[in-house]
């Protein structure tokens, strides 16, 4: 080992040292605590009430006894341990009188003269030998009379235990019952309440852990939940009972819902499970296999053997556990599992202390009243962590949505952004091209009349070039209307326009709509667009003007649909004398007609449409076919 190494395991040492030893002083003092606890909270009977001198009858034999007793070691009903006393009792008692049984084990008769007035066996949750379960029975006015008044106690013990009859009070019920009610509110009012906690919890962790499969440790202590909740609710039954064979099952529970107390720890500090701990279920398991087969007494002798010793391992494992995790973690869970797990340990120490007569005169069970109290603390506290832990996805869904929220007011900022950046280049392409065709258009009409007028014309010859000029002007100018995507706006004005053309050429132009709707909108339809057709349409109808010698133009416009989409025709023809088509579709012969054919199909492949010529004596036909959607940028350039 290094040398660096060694002084880094010194270290970690040192600091667990520093850790694990306030731990432990704190763990005695609550040790300590817990013991100062116990003797104040030990109730108080009414002494001047106490009848602690008795007869016992037992195997056989009479003998003298002080209460509180312990009997010997009983495995039968059969001859039940049986006290005789006396008591004293004056006439003229303002109030009842009652018999007051603080602690026995299982169960008692009492008889006031030879009368019984009190069965526990009547109470099913009294009958637990770990239980302080008091009782008080009345006593009939009738049954007593002035002077010394026999009492006796039948004390039925059943299992390996020895039984123990605590003193006896008899006396007005007024004094008596304080001390009863007390006990009942330690011992049994309590316990129900934990119980009934204890219910209610493991119904929301059983329901936490099917929402959440992949966190075991929900499920695990709502199981133990549920073992401490049947224990407390079916005490295990009383032999000869029909039932008998339920009390290995009940009697398996303890140990098994400790071994899951455990398993609990474990997974809640994420330690790794070993696999020889399934070995600490096997106490709980053998009990319940070996009561099945054998029935009573052995469960019992099991339990006594196995399941008590069991459920003290594996409180001290459990006390291990958050130690060390204490040590490591130093987090509030772990302190204060441990700390509750202290007092546990402390209480079933003392519990094995009384079982063991080391502590007779203080014969209470506490161990399972303090372990209900922290299975209620542990539960609580993941219910309350799982409560936090919502409110943090909460929050965290929230900060989510405002941090969604400014990323789309951003993403719209920077689309707004995008978009007029697009507009403005859809804008300056527009004026480009608008500038390119007044250059080529309205730009040489203006050369040619300054080239005329300087080589000395006169006339028609500028003239024409002037109202060539001033037509192109016109046709920019119109095009810039907002037609809506509509082109049949455009092209009526073009008619208009074609047919002043024509009329002085004594030519009749036929309009003709074949179908309803004329032309399919387009919305994406520019002003480039417009002017390209336009001057398609104007070149078809000057070729007929100029060099066919027609008579009669027809334009006809049409929506066709072969099954995918509409798209507009548009289908100008003469009945002139035409021209002959050379093999690549151009005009033969007449060169200057040949280059405006080749203009109009330029024009054309710009707009995304095609554009067929046919020609032969009986006239010339061009069929322009418009795109589906015209083009966003020049499709002849792209």
């Known amino acids: 080992m290094s040398e660096v190494a060694a002084k880094a395991v010194v270290t970690r040492t040192r600091l667990r040292t520093s850790r694990l030893v306030p731990y432990l002083l704190l763990q005695a003092l609550i040790v300590i605590a817990t013991i100062l606890g116990l003797r104040l909270l030990q109730p108080t009977d009414a002494d001047d009430f106490a009848v602690s001198e008795f007869s016992q009858w037992e195997d056989g034999t009479n003998r003298t006894v002080t209460l509180p007793h312990f009997t010997s070691s009983r495995y039968s009903l059969q001859d039940p341990p049986f006290y005789t006393g006396a008591f004293t009792f004056r006439s003229g008692a303002t109030s009842g009188w009652s018999v007051y049984l603080p602690r026995f084990s299982n169960a008692v008769e009492v008889a006031i003269n030879g009368v019984v007035v009190l069965d526990s066996r009547r109470d099913a949750n009294a009958n637990r030998p770990d239980r302080n379960t008091p009782q008080i029975g009345a006593i009939p006015s009738s049954l007593l009379h002035d002077g010394a008044n026999q009492i006796s106690v039948r004390l039925f013990v ?6 123990f009859l605590d003193t006896v009070y008899v006396g007005p019920d007024e004094a008596l019952r304080p001390a009863y009610e007390t006990r009942t509110l330690l011992f049994v009012t309590l316990q129900v309440v934990f119980s009934a906690w204890q219910s209610i919890l493991a119904v929301i962790l059983a329901i936490m852990w099917l929402m959440r499969r992949r966190e075991p440790v929900y499920g695990v202590l709502a199981a133990a939940m549920v073992l401490g909740v049947v224990q407390a609710f079916l005490p295990p039954p009383v032999p000869p009972a ?6 290995p099952v009940l009697l398996a529970s303890a140990p098994i819902e400790s071994a899951l107390i455990v398993v609990f720890g474990v ?27 054998a029935g009573p007494p052995l469960p019992r002798i099991l339990f006594l053997v196995l399941g008590i010793p069991t459920v003290g391992i594996c409180l001290f494992l459990m006390a291990c556990v958050t130690a060390a995790t204490v040590i490591r973690r130093q987090d509030a869970a772990s302190f204060t599992i441990g700390c509750a797990v202290t007092i546990v340990l402390t209480c079933w120490v003392h519990d094995m202390l009384s079982v063991f007569d080391i502590v007779s005169n203080e014969r209470i069970f506490v161990s399972r ?19 936090r832990a919502l409110n943090e996805v909460d929050s ?3 900060q989510l949505v405002a941090r969604v929220r400014e990323a789309e007011e951003r993403l719209k900022a ?16 527009e004026r480009t091209r608008l500038m390119r065709d007044l250059h080529d258009g309205l730009g040489g009409q203006l050369v040619s009349i300054v080239a005329l007028s300087e080589r000395g014309h006169e006339g028609a010859t500028i003239t024409d070039a002037a109202r060539a000029a001033l037509k192109d002007l016109r046709l920019v100018i119109d095009s810039m209307d907002d037609i809506g995507g509509d082109l049949m706006f455009a092209l009526g004005s073009w008619r208009e326009r074609a047919a002043t053309q024509l009329r002085p050429h004594d030519i009749v132009l036929d309009w003709h709509v074949a179908t309803p709707q004329g032309l399919p909108l387009h919305p994406e339809l520019r002003p480039w667009h417009v002017i390209q057709i336009v001057r398609i349409l104007d070149e078809a109808v000057t070729n007929a003007v100029k060099h066919a010698a027609a008579r009669h133009i027809t334009v006809t416009i049409e929506t066709r649909d072969d099954g995918r989409e509409p798209y ?5 023809g003469d009945d002139g004398k035409g021209f002959v088509l050379a093999d690549n579709g151009e005009a033969a012969g007449a060169r ?39 083009p966003d940028s020049d499709a002849a350039a792209g």
């Open 267 to 293: 997974l809640f500090f994420s330690w790794r499970w070993p696999r020889y701990g399934t070995l600490l279920f096997a106490p709980g398991l053998i009990i319940f296999v070996v009561g099945l087969i």
């Open 396 to 398: 965290f869904a929230g």
């Open 592 to 630: 200057r007609t040949a280059r405006g054919l080749h203009n109009m199909k330029s024009r054309a492949a710009r707009c995304g449409a095609v554009l067929n010529l046919s020609s032969d004596s009986s006239g010339t036909r061009v069929r322009l076919q418009l795109p589906q959607r015209f």
């Open 414 to 429: 920077s689309f707004a952004r995008e978009e007029e950046r697009a507009r403005a280049a859809a804008l300056a392409n």
């Open 242 to 247: 029909t039932s008998f064979r339920l009390a």
């Open 158 to 163: 059943w299992g390996p235990l020895r039984g």
């Open 568 to 572: 507009g025709v548009i289908s100008v």
């Open 369 to 387: 009243l303090s372990y209900s109290a922290m299975l209620v603390a542990i539960g609580a506290g993941l219910t309350w962590r799982f409560a």
